[in-house]
């Protein structure tokens, strides 16, 4: 049982951050804005988190479970404010949403570079100390077969991403907002004749797209590493395969979340699992299991997955 509670612990620390991530990119969609920026907002928001433990760790300012908050709403700050970028030049400026996303993507990590080495001297690589991980959780962790799994050796970012998926579903399917950001995706001038603000809606979407994607950055590179030098691993267009195959829905997305999440655990813990390690395969064989599935997976379900917003030009107010 203990190889059983070790993958799920491993699954849940990759399939979490993906998750946030694709939450996010879910609520861009949503409101009719395409989103391929989430890569480089997840680099911008992990920077910024982890620059901000480094500064609050070096000062003995703050430490503990306090710091990974604030440090959370800090990467989510700045990483709905580097969104901001995409959605002026996607919705006011009618920008290509590609073009602009791409843009971003190669924009984030030299940014976050050139920061580092300014204000480090020349090293590019952000160092800070992981004292984040709970080793157990009081009365919690003594439940059978549930405390092992989720409160033992465990991350509070688990529990915020939990979180975060029950309110991105009660907001986006049960609330008013959620409604009419939703409306302004699939039909933005019906949305516009009934007068709701799609400008004001796909901003709002874009905006929490980019929050949750930078707070999937630091998600991310917590529980795997003590330095950060602005990469995710492609984290960010694997969240993109999670959005679609989760067919933009937050339940679905979390269910499509913890399988790719289950198949980066495969990648990189298989030496741990006897039966993969007997089979003595290399080790590049196992990291492209979480590709090759994505690619597997998206031929078989792009014919029945469409994206839930308004296709073809950008919304015009001029046009009814």
Excluded at 29 to 34: D, K, N, P, Q, T
Excluded at 273 to 292: G, M
Aim: aromatic residues 12%; proline residues 4%; contains cysteine.
């Amino acid at each position: 049982m203990s190889i059983i509670y070790f993958l799920f612990a491993q699954t849940l620390l990759f399939a979490i951050p993906l998750m946030v991530v694709a939450l996010g990119g879910m609520f861009s969609e949503r409101s009719g804005v395409i989103n391929i920026a989430l890569e480089g907002i997840m680099i911008l928001g992990g920077f910024a988190g982890v620059f901000f433990i480094n500064f609050m760790q070096a000062n003995q300012i703050l430490s503990g479970q306090v710091l990974l908050i604030v440090a959370l709403l800090v990467a989510g700050l700045i990483g709905g404010l580097f969104s901001l970028l995409h959605a002026f030049a996607s919705i006011h400026l009618k920008a290509d949403q590609t073009i602009s996303g791409t843009a971003l993507n190669l924009f984030a990590p030299a940014l976050g570079l050139f920061i580092a080495k300014t204000v480090q001297d020349g090293v590019q690589s952000v160092m800070f100390e992981n004292q984040f991980r709970i080793a157990e959780v009081p009365l919690l962790s003594k439940i059978p077969v549930i405390g092992d799994l989720f409160f033992n050796n465990c991350y509070l970012t688990t529990f915020i991403g939990i979180g975060l998926l029950i309110v991105s579903y009660v907001f986006l399917m049960k609330t008013r907002t959620g409604l009419r950001l939703r409306s302004c995706g699939e039909n933005p001038q019906a949305s516009d004749a009934a007068g709701i603000s799609v400008y004001k809606m796909r901003y709002l979407g874009v905006v929490i797209s980019g929050v949750l994607a930078g707070m999937g950055g630091l998600i991310y590179i917590l529980p795997i590493s003590t330095e950060f030098n602005c990469n995710v691993a492609g984290y960010g267009f694997l969240a993109l395969a999670v959005l679609i195959f989760g067919n933009w829905k937050p339940w679905r997305i979390a269910g499509a979340a913890f399988f790719f999440g289950a198949t980066k655990t495969i990648a990189y813990t298989y030496n741990s699992v006897p039966f993969l390690a007997a089979l003595s395969l290399p080790a590049t064989t196992y990291k492209l299991i979480p590709y090759v599935a994505t690619l597997i997976l998206l031929a078989f379900t792009s014919k029945n997955s469409a994206a839930p917003r308004a296709e073809g030009e950008p919304f015009d107010k001029g046009k009814r």
